[in-house]
């Protein structure tokens, strides 16, 4: 294969998985947004989506279209239980504490997850078939296709929730002044508990969408996770456009380096970009500085 | 160390330590007792920056396998005195740490998380990969023993008073360093940094020296761990020993040096004795770190006291009510 359809070969399944970190991304947001918390237990909630609809499929044998918007259904109730019982009666609310908390809560889910299923690698099926669609050379997936497609629909699904709903514009309002939100009659904590039950359903159809691609296991959601929070840092915290191109960019980095120069290091790559970020553009690639506020 | 009071604690914690294989056979649990220490090492080393500079890190066991990779490479591939090859491993640890320190503690909360932690799995990414220097996943075999004179550490006794040994020393100079200039301005970052700064305390160059400081502890420790064990693998040093070490510090209680020792105890017996947990590790630490910081946030040290002190006047109550 000549470089330049190689290239191409990098890019679009680079974008395919940029996709997927994207939509993590914009659920860790959403979280951070409303709330101000860094939910270290995102990663974990796509690792249920995929391993649910696996179970749904496996042991009920239930057809694909009913598998997953089930799976992304218990996928929420976890989200929705997890804010009740894990971030609301947290008294001493700081920084330290809610990391600790939602660490915790990631290693539980994980550990719960190896305990109610196996500690095993599970594929799930293609949504429609496998065979490779030749584009200029290079081929894709139907699965990439889906991928992009869905992740497209969710992307606008989400736009327009957060500027045309009341609901979303509550979440904003409690994302620029939570005081100033409560004030005017929003109701802060249902917003809070809003947040975890949108990023978690997000966050569940990332992983459900992915598992055809890259299998799925108890543990994959530490890494994904944190991927997710790389697009999410690239494109400023944004719940919006930002993060996606930080995904993308992130997907198709990662791609080019696992091709051109060690698969071996292809994860590190997404923890240096993670590291230069934070520390030269904290306010994201495309953000502008803001000062810190004491 | 702060009066006489102090002393006699110290005095009274260094000679249970040092007794303690006096008081039981059977070298399993004195095995199982030398990890215990390895582990205080790096739980005191991560509750002095987290618990006193109130800064977290995901990423310490990074620092830990640093130490235990650098010793284990310097005495077998370079055939170094282990003793120097441990003093370079820690000097190296803390300078790196020193350097990378001002740019990661700019960070501040979840941000400081999550760098910590990229930095961590970068780290580990790199005993995997390199190969040809750290023999990979499979592991690096054949580190020699300690020696000191005509002593061998290679029995379970010998490696118990070695490690312990540091760890006395350890426990002494945190004591010492949180009732000093520096441990206070320590706390005053803790609780309000910017007014920390304000009273003239060097907060990013203190909260910089501090985590160097905690990551030498950590190469230590790293440079016991190789040569107690003879032989390391990438996997001892990942995220999931860092959220133990977490555990540990918060089990124990932020800010406390003896809470730590406590949690990092607790920690390492009751695995191994409770064979049943094997499975269920991962669970039972994340459930105990979402409960005790959702229910007791200050740990186990600071509860029990307080548990003691209401406990006379519970039982009155119940009897004034039977009454």
């Known amino acids: 294969m000549e470089l330049g359809t190689q290239l191409l070969q990098y890019l679009l399944s680079g974008l395919a998985t940029g996709a997927i970190y994207a939509l993590i991304g914009i659920g860790f947001s959403i979280i951070y947004n409303a709330t101000g918390i860094i939910n270290f237990a995102q990663g974990e909630f796509v690792m249920l989506g995929g391993m649910v609809t696996v179970f749904l499929l496996k042991a009920h044998h239930l057809p694909l279209w009913a598998a997953i918007p089930l799976a992304v259904l218990i996928v929420t109730l976890v989200g929705f239980l997890f804010e009740r019982l894990a971030i609301r009666p947290l008294r001493k609310a700081t920084p330290i504490s809610l990391v600790i908390v939602t660490i915790g809560g990631s290693i539980l889910l994980r550990g719960l997850a190896m305990l109610i299923w196996d500690k095993d690698t599970h594929s799930l099926p293609s949504f429609s078939g496998d065979d490779p669609i030749t584009v200029a050379g290079a081929t894709v997936l139907p699965q990439h296709l889906w991928i992009l497609g869905i992740t497209l629909v969710l992307i606008t699904l989400n736009k327009w929730f957060f500027s045309h709903t009341i609901s979303g514009k509550a979440m904003r309002a409690c994302s620029c002044n939570p005081r100033a939100a409560a004030l005017v009659g929003i109701d802060v904590r249902r917003m809070v508990l809003f947040s975890f039950v949108i990023s978690a359903a997000m966050g569940a159809l990332a992983g459900i969408i992915v598992a055809p691609l890259t299998m799925t296991s108890y543990d994959v959601g530490g890494m994904l996770g944190l991927k997710g929070f790389c697009a999410a840092i690239i494109g400023g915290m944004s719940s919006g456009l930002p993060t996606v191109l930080g995904g993308l960019i992130l997907g198709v980095l990662e791609s080019l380096g696992a091709g051109l120069i060690s698969s071996g290091y292809k994860d590190a790559i997404a923890f240096i970009i993670l590291l230069l970020i934070l520390f030269l553009r904290p306010q994201g690639l495309f953000g502008k500085p803001e000062s810190e506020r004491v | ?323």
């Open chain 2, 1 to 323: 160390m702060g009066g006489a009071k102090e002393l006699l604690k110290y005095g009274l914690f260094a000679a249970t330590i040092l007794l303690a294989p006096y008081l039981f056979s059977g070298s399993y649990l004195l095995n199982v007792l030398v990890f215990a220490g390895i582990n205080t090492l790096l739980a005191v080393a991560l509750n002095l920056l987290l618990g006193y500079a109130g800064q977290i890190s995901l990423g310490h066991a990074a620092f830990f396998g640093l130490g235990a990779y650098a010793s284990a490479i310097l005495t077998t591939t370079y055939d170094w005195n282990p003793w120097t090859a441990m003093a370079v491993a820690a000097l190296t640890v803390g300078a790196l740490a020193f350097a990378i320190g001002f740019p990661v503690l700019k960070l501040k909360g979840h941000y400081l998380a999550m760098a910590t932690l990229g930095l961590g799995i970068i780290i580990q990414i790199v005993f995997n990969e390199w190969v040809d220097m750290t023999d990979g996943p499979s592991g690096f075999s054949g580190i020699p023993n300690l020696t000191l004179g005509p002593l061998t550490f290679d029995s379970d006794r010998m490696n118990y008073y070695l490690v312990w040994i540091f760890v006395l020393g350890c426990v002494f100079f945190s004591l010492n360093l949180a009732n000093s200039r520096i441990g206070r301005a320590c706390r005053a970052i803790h609780d309000a940094e910017v007014a920390a700064r304000v009273v003239g305390v060097n907060a990013r160059l203190l909260k910089v020296q501090i985590f160097a400081l905690s990551a030498m502890i950590c190469a230590l420790a790293g440079s016991l761990y190789a040569h107690v064990m003879t032989f390391i693998a990438p996997s001892s040093f990942g995220f999931t020993v860092s959220v133990e070490l977490l555990t540990m510090v918060v089990i124990g209680g932020l800010g406390s040096i003896y809470g730590s020792f406590l949690g990092a105890l607790l920690l390492t017996l009751l695995p191994e004795f409770l064979s049943v947990m094997h499975d269920y590790e991962i669970v039972f630490y994340g459930g105990l770190l979402m409960v005790m910081t959702i229910f007791m946030p200050d740990g186990l040290v600071r509860v029990m006291p307080a548990l003691c002190r209401r406990l006379p006047s519970l039982r009155r109550a119940k009897e004034d009510a039977d009454a």
